[in-house]
T-cell receptor, first 116, second 109 residues
Framework: GDSVTQMEGPVTLSEEAFLTINCTYT??????LFWYVQYPGEGLQLLLK?????DKGSNKGFEATYRKETTSFHLEKGSVQVSDSAVYFC???????????????FGKGTKLSVIP | SQTIHQWPATLVQPVGSPLSLECTVE??????LYWYRQAAGRGLQLLFY??????ISSEVPQNLSASRPQDRQFILSSKKLLLSDSGFYLC????????FGSGTRLTVV
């Protein structure tokens, strides 16, 4: 079945440091890939997405590129801020149709703490 | 735009007690609805999904059940909670993009 593997956290960075959170996946066909963010005390919010190979999703300074050859979707940001402290989830949605096909498969999440 | 309301935000329940978590959706009709759970140290796991009123599919066997009595209402229930039911429960809606509620943190003691 589908699976998503994220780098283990927690990750602690100083403000303005470079961030990379690794994400690799296993799926049949060409899934859609997502990064969700969960700020303290809140639910998940979509951060960015990519729906086909070589697509780059970007939002709020974060980027991730859909790499079919390495089955990866690593999240990057050039300069993190304290307000980026949150839990980040990598997720995929299967390419196949059918009832329930819009369900997401998530990684375990990576907690990021940014210190001033 | 679509909004998901989920309550309560936190809940502490004794083992063996019943559970009812409610999720309502605004801003859309006939949505696909989902219940996910995040247990400690684990990723988000899909528990149930529903493509319409009265239609429930279960992804994993467990002590929980779900119901969809109205188009935009999705309820997660248990007759007798177990310690292993503790976790963070999230309701979600959508197709191409999933929208999530703010979650309920359940602690079974």
């Amino acid at each position: 079945g589908d699976s998503v593997t994220q780098m283990e956290g927690p990750v602690t960075l100083s403000e303005e440091a470079f961030l990379t959170i690794n994400c690799t996946y296993t799926a049949t066909g060409y899934p859609s890939l997502f990064w969700y963010v969960q700020y303290p005390g809140e639910g998940l919010q979509l951060l960015l997405k990519a729906t086909k190979a070589d697509d780059k999703g970007s939002n709020k300074g974060f980027e991730a590129t859909y790499r079919k050859e390495t089955t990866s979707f690593h999240l990057e940001k050039g300069s993190v801020q304290v307000s980026d402290s949150a839990v980040y989830f990598c997720a995929l949605r299967s390419a196949y149709s059918g009832a329930g096909s819009y369900q997401l498969t998530f990684g375990k999440g990576t907690k990021l703490s940014v210190i001033p | 735009s679509q909004t998901i309301h989920q309550w309560p935000a936190t809940l502490v329940q004794p083992v063996g007690s019943p559970l009812s978590l409610e999720c309502t959706v605004e801003g859309t009709s006939n949505p696909n609805l989902y219940w996910y759970r995040q247990a400690a140290g684990r990723g988000l796991q899909l528990l149930f999904y529903s493509v319409g009123i009265g239609q429930i599919s279960s992804e994993v066997p467990q002590n929980l059940s779900a119901s969809r009595p109205q188009d935009r209402q999705f309820i997660l229930s248990s007759k007798k909670l177990l310690l292993s039911d503790s976790g963070f429960y999230l309701c979600a809606s959508g197709t191409a993009i999933s929208i999530f509620g703010s979650g309920t943190r359940l602690t079974v003691v």
